[in-house]
């Protein structure tokens, strides 16, 4: 089949863009990883799912990959900007518990996270805590002539550097006033590199440094990983598009300050946009989040929610509804119909090709990652009755690898999900079905039909004349 030239967002230059990658035989993606002071929400894990599609679409396309997600153990503060506590500190004192179990924990589970919605994991996952001397080998570098200190550390003069926001469009942009005022920096803009722990002030992660002792700040992390694992120019950068207005542009500011040059880091940073609620963006700063597991116990498969965010393309806001979600479980579950249909059928049939399919699949997601595009063809091709069904399962493969839904493996009764507010175990939902078959036998449709309703009450639906036989109802 004929590659269509892959073309993607650079929020840089806010314009489509053919890729071409600085080194065909590796491509070099960083992806910006969790803080880990608490589980991801599904609005967290819609960065990854895009990510993922990033990285199957090029591996699709035959590159080889090089893909860092790194993991922020230390450093980032409750503002994006210079104020606060760091939340893996706030965190420990918050539970009393030691900030290094904290922090595998909350690893751990995002790592599940990504396990559970099919999520290929990255080359690496680099911890901040690891690479302390490497940032303050980084920071000393840059410190004579772009850096200032202050009382409560040190900080970058972002008029050192050439063009500083151009990422965020600051000058034009709302950027600027998501941060908030430090006594003593010389532009608002301005950043912190090292942040010394003030007196009396009680971390259990801080180092020594040249500034004092105390702890990283959290853009420092990203430029020196970066530079680690993929060198000082790479090609791709990844994150939310929240990371576009301050993060980033502050990632850019040290990379630049580090090679003194005009260099940004990555030729090409993507950014997808924010999952929403009707009450407004996602956020863990209420107190209250949805996470997977939230989904899991509702009674819904991970795969569901992966699905629901192909649906969407990944620059545009994706609204969150239980409607939306259990439409989404829905679609899943007849294409597992589908594919479970193709695999009972005899071998032979039809002698049309499915290589047209793969060709659209392909100019699909060469467009700037158009899940939303290539899902229709998906239905199509599993539907075309002109194609024996052995060359559409051929192709369902072909599907998987670029979309992850792993619908040629995944069995119908896999997505059946129990919740966790269900009163009845499998074991006694066959017993009862066992019943009402025997009623139906004597032609007691009385009680056929009273145990169809007592079923129904306790959240399964009956499926007459289906081979799986019964579902979770979601309600």
């Not at 699709?60 to 500190?89: Q, R």
Request: aromatic share 8%; charged share 25%; net charge negative.
């Amino acid at each position: 089949m004929t590659r269509t030239p892959l073309t993607l967002y650079n929020s840089l230059s806010r314009e489509l863009e053919t890729f071409r990658p600085i080194d065909p035989a590796d491509v070099g993606i960083y992806s910006c990883g969790p803080t880990v002071y608490n589980y991801a929400h599904i609005g967290n894990l819609r960065a990854y799912v895009f990510t993922d599609t990033l990285s199957r679409v090029l591996t699709w396309k035959g590159y080889p990959l090089t893909h860092i997600i790194n993991i922020t153990d230390v450093g980032h503060l409750t503002s994006d900007a210079d104020v606060g506590d760091d939340k893996m500190e706030a965190a420990a004192r918050a539970s009393g518990q030691d900030i290094w179990a904290i922090a595998k924990h909350y690893t751990d589970a995002f790592k599940q996270n990504l396990a559970d919605l099919n999520i290929r994991a990255p080359t690496r996952f680099p911890l901040a805590t690891d690479h302390i001397p490497e940032m303050i080998a980084f920071a000393e570098a840059i410190a004579e002539r772009h850096c200032y200190i202050l009382p409560d550390g040190l900080y970058f003069d972002t008029t050192t550097v050439p063009d500083y926001g151009r990422l965020a469009r600051s000058h034009d942009d709302t950027g600027e006033s998501r941060i908030d005022p430090v006594e003593g920096k010389r532009h608002p803009q301005d950043f912190a590199i090292w942040r010394t722990s003030a007196p009396g002030e009680n971390r259990q992660m801080e180092w020594d440094s040249p500034w004092g002792r105390g702890a990283p700040g959290w853009h420092l992390e990203c430029s020196v990983m970066s530079k680690k694992y993929l060198g000082a120019t790479f090609d791709i950068h990844t994150g939310g598009i929240d990371h576009r207005e301050i993060h980033h542009p502050n990632e850019i500011a040290q990379n630049q300050a580090h090679c003194d040059c005009g260099d940004t880091g990555a030729t090409v940073w993507m950014h997808n946009n924010f999952l929403v609620e009707r009450s407004g963006k996602m956020s863990k700063s209420g107190g209250e989040f949805t996470t997977l597991k939230t989904l899991v116990d509702r009674g819904f498969h991970p795969l569901a929610y992966r699905l629901m965010c192909l649906q969407a393309q990944y620059r545009s806001e994706l609204e969150f509804s239980w409607e939306n979600l259990a439409a989404a479980q829905t679609r899943l579950k007849r294409l597992a119909i589908t594919v479970d249909a193709l695999r009972s059928r005899p071998a032979g049939g039809p002698s049309g090709s499915a290589f047209a399919y793969r060709d659209r699949l392909d100019a699909a997601v060469s467009d700037d990652l158009s899940t939303p595009r290539a899902l229709p063809i998906l239905d199509e091709m599993l539907g075309d009755k002109r194609v024996a069904p052995a060359d559409r399962l051929a192709a369902l493969v072909d599907f998987d690898a670029v979309l992850g839904l792993d619908l040629a493996t995944i069995r119908r009764e896999d997505l059946r999900v129990r919740p966790i507010s269900a009163t009845l175990d499998e074991a006694t939902i066959a017993d009862r079905l066992d019943e009402r078959r025997a009623a139906r036998g004597a032609k007691d449709f009385p009680r056929s039909d009273a145990i169809r309703d007592e079923l129904a009450a306790a959240g399964v639906e009956v499926m007459d004349g289906d081979p799986l036989g019964w579902d979770w109802k979601l309600g």
